[in-house]
């Protein structure tokens, strides 16, 4: 069998692009495996050992034919590369018979909706791609293990005289998004109070983020520079470390992929549902504003709400907490604190920290999100994850009297779609669902899988009737 998998970039999309290679190859031992990518991550890649054969982008030699092509690019250049090539069965982004971009698989309405309504999300995406190609699940593992890997670490070690007493943790300041940075001067604060407690502290960036990692390390009083490190050198330098403290980025997906664990922030567009790093026991921290995750970080109007939620205080305290080894997650009502780990199936989930009370505005997103995944990936109702996920929360007045509102809207929403008229939503959670539904013809379009796609009218209709029933049910468990 030969399969072609494609990920050109980012670094971080690079990275968990290999978790699912690493689900293709645990499906097909046997087969012969090609990665294409950029020539920045081929070397990664290769490292990871379970491609067969991995070309640099763009690929100049003829390929032969696949039984599987797998494309997890959805930018242009990958998607008429890739539509040329010849295979039996297609997962992701291809031109269409029209020549129109399509996503190909089963799970192609479900993927296109959380990519522009990123409030839908359910999935992380590595266990969204293993779905949308029917590959099994993959648990936690070190992706880059090997006899090499831990002489190039000792020798790290030697090169930035690391103290093997003392903790090393490391600050990963920068990121390729200006939203989802978080500012230099609280990544000091943290940094320079855990250096006064002894640990080891080292701050990260590209040879581009030099001045960056020097304006931090001036401001903590002192601290190891690694700008400048490569990949292999960057992961090395990562097994002498005991925590990752990062923004949403490529190097927190590498901690992820050597076992390193890391405690994430998350701004704006970034949301540790759907692109955190892929690795259970790993924790994140986001705003509880509204709007987050949001749609177009670049057109935001509150000036970044989320970034100044996340203080320095509750970073170190829960940085405190991971370093002495404390299971029980600070808790704080201006953030969400969570901590991944897998279900039953091994998909990956955000569980939030102990006593943790959601904002309503999360709660009801939630329902939504878990009403339109059963809809397109799981089946069955949703009402009794829900009711075990927010157990004791939804026996509160004010969160009764959301659901009522939530049953009443969606049941309105539903007769309008039967009787084709308009409809306002009163209720906010409910707006992006209105203007999904006005997109679902032309998402059932773009979406081709192997059987035939339903009507757009009664896939929201279908959905409308499901969430009345769901949260229509989770008020009445209140009357009881």
Not at 239 to 260: C, E, K
Not at 371 to 379: A, D, E, M, N, S
Request: include cysteine; aromatic fraction near 8%.
């Amino acid at each position: 069998m030969r399969i072609l998998v494609v990920k050109l970039h980012l670094l971080g999309d690079v990275l968990q692009a290999l978790h699912v290679l690493r689900s293709v190859r645990q499906a097909h031992p046997e087969a012969e495996i090609d990665f294409v990518t950029k020539p920045a991550y081929a070397s990664l890649v290769e490292d990871c050992a379970l491609a067969t054969r991995v070309f640099r982008f763009p690929v100049s030699e003829s390929l032969g034919a696949y039984d599987l092509l797998i494309n997890m690019s959805p930018d242009d250049e990958a998607v008429q590369w890739s539509s040329r090539i010849s295979a039996e069965r297609r997962v992701g982004a291809q031109l269409g018979p029209d020549g129109a971009r399509q996503l190909w698989g089963e799970l192609g309405v479900y993927y296109a909706s959380s990519i522009m309504f990123r409030q839908l999300r359910r999935l992380n995406l590595v266990d969204l791609w293993i779905l949308h190609a029917g590959l099994p699940m993959v648990g936690d593992a070190d992706l880059f293990s090997s006899d090499e890997e831990e002489e190039r670490s000792r020798a790290i070690a030697q090169r930035f005289a690391i103290d093997p007493a003392r903790p090393l943790v490391c600050l990963q300041p920068g990121s390729s998004f200006a939203f989802r940075r978080w500012p230099p001067e609280d990544f000091a604060a943290v940094g320079k109070a855990l250096l006064r407690q002894g640990y080891q502290i080292a701050v990260m960036g590209s040879a581009d983020e030099a001045p960056l990692v020097d304006e931090i390390l001036r401001a903590m009083g002192g601290g190891i520079s690694t700008a400048g490190l490569d990949l292999a050198e960057l992961r090395a330098f990562f097994r002498r470390a005991s925590l990752l403290i990062t923004n949403d980025t490529g190097p927190m997906h590498l901690s992820s992929a050597i076992g390193l664990a890391h405690l994430a922030l998350f701004f704006a567009a970034s949301s540790p549902i759907d692109t955190g790093g892929y690795r259970s026991g790993n924790v994140s921290i986001a705003a509880t504003v509204p709007c987050a995750p949001c749609d177009k970080p670049r057109d935001c109007t509150i000036d970044f709400a989320c970034r100044s939620q996340v203080t320095p205080a509750v970073v170190l305290a829960v940085a405190e907490q991971l370093l002495s080894n404390d299971a029980n997650l600070q808790w704080n009502e201006n953030v969400v604190i969570c901590r991944s780990t897998r279900e039953a199936s091994g998909a990956l989930i955000q569980e939030r920290a102990v006593s943790a009370r959601p904002p309503m505005s999360e709660l009801l997103r939630e329902i939504v999100a878990e009403v339109w995944f059963r809809q397109w990936v799981k089946g069955g109702s949703a009402t009794e994850t829900l009711r075990a996920r927010f157990a004791g929360v939804l026996r509160e007045v004010s969160v009764a009297k959301e659901l009522r509102e939530l049953a009443e809207d969606s049941a309105r929403l539903r007769d309008a779609l039967v009787r084709s008229t308009g409809f306002t939503p009163r209720i906010q959670v409910l707006q992006p669902v209105a203007k999904l539904f006005s997109m679902l013809p032309s998402l059932l379009v773009m979406a081709r899988s192997h059987r035939p796609q339903p009507d757009a009218r009664q896939v929201a209709m279908q959905f409308a009737q499901e969430l009345a029933q769901c949260s229509g049910d989770l008020y009445a468990g209140y009357c009881d």
